[in-house]
């Protein structure tokens, strides 16, 4: 059993309080603080403001260990370790923007000056590499009065859990990595995941940093690789996912991010990939690799467009069914999802839309108010054509009979019932 702490979480988002909820279940008192009073008031009546598996659950078991406030002054003095776990959007030119990073570590700054006993900061939130040690570290020391490494501690711990699975993969991790400037931080972090039984990485402020961002573009690249691949494969009339296994079993490539469909969405491949582009282009570095990642995964839900089009080639007043609103299966996150960018297109083309999505349409009636909200699945698929963008299970068991159903997703089973059946690339 590892050592017990007083940790703080600031911003309660997905990583933040996936973080927190976790860390209480492991024994941890955690104090989460956010902007949010909305959040905090729910999390303190332990109700996840964020949908995520088993998320509520533990926060409602291990509501001894955890509690959420607006102030900072009570996480600061109450802890011994700060996580900063808010975001990091993309500003306009695809550069990363700290705004909030920067008003978390005043906040924190504020607090730490007139603390007596040592406590460390850890920046969570993706930030391109150079950012802690350049950046945090020297504002920090501004705000305190103090000196980074023997007044306070600073460290930097990369997130890699995947939304949809994010409690999972915080307890069953494949590597834990952390960046410390001192070595106070070091201890503490060794002893916080001293409990896991995965390699950890110990290593510089900066490599951590970019081991994140290396991790994301890679990630980000074997998709859009595949979907190239893909296109090809549906020219040439075979099947992408047999060639997929193929690939898959040379260890050196590995099978996984090799399923060829409509491209990545969701809060961190496209604002990442788009930062270390900015940041490439700031130190004079071509990223023409990465820089196409991004060019073929924006193309690719409009491939599904022309699919759709095959089959019903004057889209203007037919009713389309959207199957899938999230970003992928088992979230509620619809940021950067494709199901937007396809919805859009079929607004160009003068069609109706009407949608389904488990868990994610509140978020999506922010975006678009004049399309048909359906009450459950079944619903959608009245309509002229049926496309599906997420993977959920549910559209699995659906009965397509009859319908012209255009996968983005590869559910085979649809097409089983559907009386014509295409998939994106295969
Ligand atoms: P999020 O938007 O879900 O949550 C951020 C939270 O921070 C929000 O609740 C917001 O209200 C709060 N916040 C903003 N400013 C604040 C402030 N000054 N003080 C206190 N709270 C504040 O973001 P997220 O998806 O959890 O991402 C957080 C960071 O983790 C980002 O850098 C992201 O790139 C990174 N990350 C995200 C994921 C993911 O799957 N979502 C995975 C790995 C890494």
């Given amino acids: 059993m590892g050592v017990l702490m007083n940790i703080s979480v600031i911003g309660a988002g997905y990583v933040g309080l996936v973080n927190a909820a976790c860390f209480a279940k492991l024994g941890h008192q955690v104090i989460c603080v956010d902007v949010d009073k909305e959040k905090v008031d729910k999390i303190n009546q332990s109700i996840s403001p964020i949908y995520e598996k088993d998320l509520e659950e533990i926060i409602k078991k291990y509501k001894k260990n955890i509690y959420a ?55 969570k939130s993706t930030v391109v590499p150079g950012t802690t040690q350049n ?68 290593t510089s402020l900066t490599v951590a940093e970019m081991i994140k961002y290396a991790s994301n573009c890679f990630l980000a690249t ?32 590995g099978r996984a991010f090799l399923d060829s469909g409509i491209g990545w969405g969701g809060s961190c491949f496209g604002k990442d990939v788009n930062a270390l582009i900015a940041f490439a282009k700031e130190i004079k570095e071509p990223c023409n690799i990465i820089q196409s990642v991004v060019q073929v995964n924006e193309q690719q839900p ?32 619809i940021r950067d999802s494709r199901s937007i ?54 559209f699995k068991k659906l009965d397509y009979k009859g319908k012209i159903v255009i996968d983005g997703r590869r559910l085979l089973e649809a097409k089983k019932t559907a009386k014509i059946y295409e998939g994106v690339c295969w």
């Fill in 222 to 253: 074997k998709i859009s690789f595949i979907n190239e691949i893909g296109n090809l494969c549906k020219r040439l009339g075979i099947d992408s996912y047999e060639v997929a296994e193929g690939i898959g079993l040379d260890d050196r490539i």
């Fill in 135 to 202: 950046h945090v570290l020297p504002l920090l020391e501004e705000i305190t009065q103090k000196k980074a490494g023997v007044d306070f501690g600073v460290g930097m711990n990369p997130e890699f859990l995947r939304e949809g699975a994010a409690v999972y993969d915080f307890l069953h991790p494949d590597r834990i990595v952390y960046g410390y400037y001192d070595d106070h931080t070091k201890k503490l972090l060794s002893l916080l995941y001293s409990d896991f039984s995965c390699p950890i990485v110990e």
């Fill in 341 to 394: 960018i396809l919805v859009k297109n079929l607004f160009e083309e003068n069609a109706q839309v009407k949608v389904y999505d488990p868990k994610a349409m509140n978020h999506f009636k922010k975006l678009f108010s004049d399309i048909i909200y359906c009450d459950n699945a079944k619903d959608v698929l009245d309509a002229d054509a049926v496309i599906i963008a997420t993977a959920w299970d549910e």
């Fill in 69 to 123: 406030t607006t102030s900072y002054k009570e996480a600061v003095e109450k802890s011994d370790i700060t996580f900063i776990c808010v975001g990091t959007p993309s500003k306009k030119n695809g550069d990363i923007d700290l705004l909030f990073v920067d008003q978390a570590t005043k906040e924190i700054a504020i607090y730490l000056k007139n603390k007596k006993s040592f406590h460390s900061v850890v920046v």
């Fill in 302 to 333: 409009l491939r599904l467009i022309s699919v759709l089009k095959k089959h019903i080639p004057l889209l203007k007043g037919k009713i389309i069914g959207v199957l899938g609103l999230s970003f992928k299966p088992n979230t509620d996150d």
